[in-house]
Nanobody, 124 residues
Framework: QVQLVEFGGGLVQAGGSLRLSCVAS????????MGWFRQAPGTEREFVAA????????RYADSVKGRFTISRDNAKNTVYLQMNSLKPQDTAVYYC?????????????????WGQGIQVTISS
């Protein structure tokens, strides 16, 4: 089992920045890929970004490329999402997730463990 807890959400004005953190505990050696997803009301959960534990390779959704940066500190079992130039359409509940495969994928169905989610609200 892996437990994930997100931190850092909140309310910010458009154009501002936030940094989300996700701390993993439990069987953290199996957290080969860690990712961020988000879900706005009435929509499906969508991929935001993911990072590999081994080589640090990353993948981003087109909607956040150039604005968001994912990083991880393996020693702290923590993954970060730095979000800059935020837009009202970034408003959503953001979820941290992990999968025990080394391949980065974008489907929520491929991820084994999830955090409880954290609200991010961008005002216009």
């Amino acid at each position: 089992q892996v437990q994930l807890v997100e931190f850092g959400g909140g309310l910010v004005q458009a154009g501002g920045s936030l940094r989300l953190s996700c701390v993993a505990s439990g069987r953290t050696f199996s957290t080969f890929v860690m990712g961020w997803f988000r879900q706005a009301p009435g929509t499906e959960r969508e991929f935001v970004a993911a990072i590999s534990r081994w080589d640090g390779s990353t993948r981003y959704a087109d909607s956040v490329k150039g604005r968001f940066t994912i990083s991880r500190d393996n020693a702290k079992n923590t993954v970060y999402l730095q979000m800059n130039s935020l837009k009202p359409q970034d408003t959503a509940v953001y979820y941290c997730a992990t999968r025990s495969s080394a391949v980065i994928t974008t489907s929520p169905n491929d991820y084994d463990y999830w955090g409880q989610g954290i609200q991010v609200t961008i005002s216009s």
